[in-house]
């Protein structure tokens, strides 16, 4: 049994969770949680024993010099709490570190034992993967879960995926086997600027899990990162006519697939994070009560034609 002293109890907590390497192009997954520890300021309460899980040759320790004495940062995954205040507070676990070199099994039963003895209701994965998408866009985040039922209830898609996998599916599926429900978060990264930071890939992952769990996340400077990102890699293609090309055809692609998808459905999802984003009561951190929904298209008061 894991025992976490001077961890109060927590209020409904949701573990939100990334890893470096394999499972974050650009950095945008571990840059979310970076974001929400220090946005929340996240006080670090355990930390895995990084001679378990790290090979020390691939994920070097660093050593740095603290009051004229020289100290060593090894490697590993850390745990940290914070509060969401309001009306109706709530609490994340946040866990951050690096994809582990080994003993994935024992890595993910330890994280559950943290989430066991925490009473996390619901674990969130964050991760970003190259993908055939342009950079004018938005970012195309999937939200996938291995239960059927978590799956309807939160309208997210059930993972038929079939191939290797690393850190992320091994812990979601940790998760399925432990009765702990789990979900991940996925944000496609254009391969053809893969380098980090991509601060609109962090950004969009970060609304997604606005929506997923109903809180409200400061965002600080990201917006502005995101925009100034996007007109940096403008530039870069402009100077290549190859590139451009390319990126047209992307966005032709992009378009084409996604008409479909210009629904009532996704401009009330976006009407919705403007109204908790406005001054005023449901403005407020914490605040989980959903505004009301605008009228779809062919309805009068705004319910569905099946209500």
Request: aromatic content about 6%; some cysteine.
């Amino acid at each position: 049994m894991i025992e976490l002293e001077g961890v109060p109890e927590l209020i409904d907590p949701v573990m939100v969770a990334a890893f470096e390497g394999w499972n974050d192009a650009g950095d945008a997954a571990s840059t979310a949680v970076a974001h929400l520890e220090r946005e929340w300021k996240g006080e670090v309460f355990a930390a895995l024993d990084a001679e378990d899980y790290y090979d020390f040759q691939v994920n070097r320790p660093t050593v740095f010099m603290d009051g004229g004495v020289r100290r060593i940062t090894w490697p590993t995954t850390r745990l940290s709490v914070v509060r969401i205040g309001g009306e109706k507070p709530r609490d994340l676990v946040l866990v951050r570190g690096i994809e582990p070199s080994m003993r994935w099994r024992s890595f993910c039963n330890e994280l559950l034992g943290f989430a066991h003895e925490l009473g996390v209701e619901l674990v969130v994965i964050l991760g970003a993967l190259l993908g055939d998408t342009p950079h004018t866009r938005p970012v195309p985040i999937s939200g996938t879960t291995s239960d059927p039922d978590l799956a309807r209830r939160m309208d997210l898609e059930e993972t038929k995926y079939e191939g290797p996998t690393g850190i992320v599916g091994v812990l979601q599926e940790a998760c399925t086997h432990a009765g702990v429900p789990a979900v991940s978060l996925w944000a496609a990264v254009p391969h053809y600027v893969s380098q980090p930071p991509n601060p609109k890939a962090t950004l969009a992952l970060l609304n997604r899990l606005e929506d997923l769990i109903d809180v409200r996340i400061p965002l600080g400077e990201l917006p502005e990162d995101a925009r100034a990102w996007q007109v940096g890699v403008d530039q870069l293609a402009a100077e290549d006519s190859e590139v451009a090309e390319y990126v047209q055809t992307l966005e032709e692609a992009r378009d084409t697939a996604e008409l479909p998808e210009a629904s009532g459905e996704a401009i009330a999802r976006e009407f919705e994070r403007y109204l908790r984003r406005r001054d005023g009561g449901r403005d407020a951190p914490g605040d989980r009560t959903r505004p009301p929904m605008p009228p779809k298209p062919g309805t009068d008061d705004g319910e569905s034609p099946e209500d």
